[in-house]
């Protein structure tokens, strides 16, 4: 068992508290809030609230800290972690540059100690079993990626809330939603090489857009087309087309509430299978394998190498949102 803290008891983290409970992996040892609301939350469930962030890295049996708080301070709490010996495991985005990025890496490795990254969709069943028939060879060689990730959740939110920040949250779906098909992307064809991106603010509801359109090149040529929408009703897919078949995963609820999701896979020929999966723990199963990783029983699945990959695109997308020009990728 790892006894660790989630730092940060707004939505996200009162979703992973909630998907933690009956984990035989990870023993929520505290948590970290200075709301109301959270510390509410926290009370209803027996966990120990914790108000100082210094305070909670000082407590020896804090081996690891979940964090779960808005991005622009992901690197100091990382920073901070790591230096107490604490394992670290960010939402994402990891960073909000590469050279942030590489400093978090830097320093988790400098200390021995695992990181951990928000990117469970990953871990979903459709994906595991899309993953496993691409290793087989069924979809033949691949040639083009598409996917969307939206969702309209963030009109109940105040417009001063730092996710409508573009200092917090550049080219808004972005931060929000787009990043993890970009890490989908990356997991399937390795580091990009040039990104265009076009952030549109269409409703005028969040300063820093609502509609995003992404398409990333890769070294191999497979090319990637992302759309990230903030202001339409929920849409989860993610379709991979090659030579001998394309398959389509559609889920049919956000990641917080997971129902079910369907892989339909359709060959040459015509000849169609269709695949369904109910419910995933796909937020439990990252949380999960990055505590397995502090234990030292097996790796962590998402390489050091992806999570640089996936903020060297995060941050040429932003730069491409903002010049409207093709930029390229940091290596
Ligand atoms: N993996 C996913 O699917 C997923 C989904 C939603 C959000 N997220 C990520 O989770 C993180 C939090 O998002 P959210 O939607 O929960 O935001 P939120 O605003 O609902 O909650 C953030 C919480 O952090 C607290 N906070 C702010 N600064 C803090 C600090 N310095 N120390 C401790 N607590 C602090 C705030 O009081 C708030 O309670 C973000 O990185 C976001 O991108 C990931």
């Known amino acids: 068992m790892l006894n660790a803290a989630v730092v940060g008891?707004?939505?996200?983290?009162?979703?992973i508290v909630r998907m933690l409970e009956g984990s035989g992996k990870i023993r929520l040892a505290r948590v970290m809030t200075r709301s109301a609301a959270g510390t509410q939350f926290a009370k209803a469930r027996g966990l120990a609230v914790a108000t100082d962030y210094e305070q909670l890295l000082a407590d020896k049996t804090v081996e690891a800290v979940i964090l779960?708080?808005?991005?622009?301070?992901?690197?100091?709490?990382?920073?901070?972690?790591?230096?107490?010996?604490?394992?670290?495991?960010?939402?994402?985005?990891?960073?909000?540059?590469?050279?942030?990025?590489?400093?978090?890496?830097?320093?988790?490795?400098?200390?021995?100690?695992?990181?951990?990254?928000?990117?469970?969709?990953?871990?979903?069943?459709?994906?595991?079993?899309?993953?496993?028939?691409?290793?087989?060879?069924?979809?033949?060689?691949?040639?083009?990626?598409?996917?969307?990730?939206?969702?309209?959740?963030?009109?109940?939110?105040?417009?001063?809330?730092?996710?409508?920040?573009?200092?917090?949250?550049?080219?808004?779906?972005?931060?929000?939603?787009?990043?993890?098909?970009?890490?989908?992307?990356?997991s399937f064809f390795g580091p990009a090489e040039k990104v265009v991106a076009g952030s549109r603010n269409l409703m005028g509801a969040f300063a820093n857009g609502d509609t995003l359109a992404l398409l990333l090149m890769f070294k191999s040529?497979?090319?990637?087309?992302?759309?990230?929408?903030?202001?339409?009703?929920?849409?989860?897919?993610?379709?991979?087309?090659?030579?001998?078949?394309?398959?389509?995963?559609?889920?049919?609820?956000?990641?917080?509430?997971?129902?079910?999701?369907?892989?339909?896979?359709?060959?040459?020929g015509g000849g169609r299978e269709t695949m369904e999966f109910k419910g995933s723990s796909a937020v439990r199963d990252n949380l999960e394998a990055f505590a397995e990783a502090a234990l030292g029983i097996r790796p962590y699945p998402i390489t050091q190498q992806e999570m640089i990959s996936n903020i060297a695109a995060l941050e040429a997308a932003f730069k491409s949102a903002a010049s409207g020009e093709v930029e390229k990728v940091a290596a």
């Open 68 to 186: 779960c708080t808005p991005h622009t301070t992901h690197l100091r709490l990382v920073l901070a972690a790591a230096q107490k010996g604490k394992h670290v495991f960010c939402e994402k985005p990891l960073a909000l540059s590469l050279a942030d990025a590489k400093a978090e890496i830097a320093a988790c490795n400098a200390a021995n100690v695992v990181l951990g990254v928000g990117h469970e969709r990953r871990f979903e069943p459709g994906i595991l079993e899309l993953r496993r028939r691409v290793e087989k060879g069924e979809l033949g060689k691949i040639l083009q990626m598409e996917a969307t990730f939206s969702q309209d959740k963030f009109f109940t939110i105040a417009p001063d809330n730092w996710r409508f920040s573009p200092t917090e949250a550049p080219a808004g779906p972005l931060t929000a939603t787009g990043i993890h098909m970009l890490d989908l992307a990356i």
């Open 221 to 268: 040529g497979v090319q990637a087309l992302i759309g990230a929408l903030l202001a339409t009703p929920f849409d989860g897919r993610f379709a991979l087309y090659g030579r001998k078949a394309w398959a389509d995963l559609r889920d049919l609820s956000h990641p917080d509430a997971p129902s079910s999701s369907t892989l339909t896979l359709c060959r040459e």
């Open 9 to 15: 008891l707004g939505w996200w983290g009162q979703t």
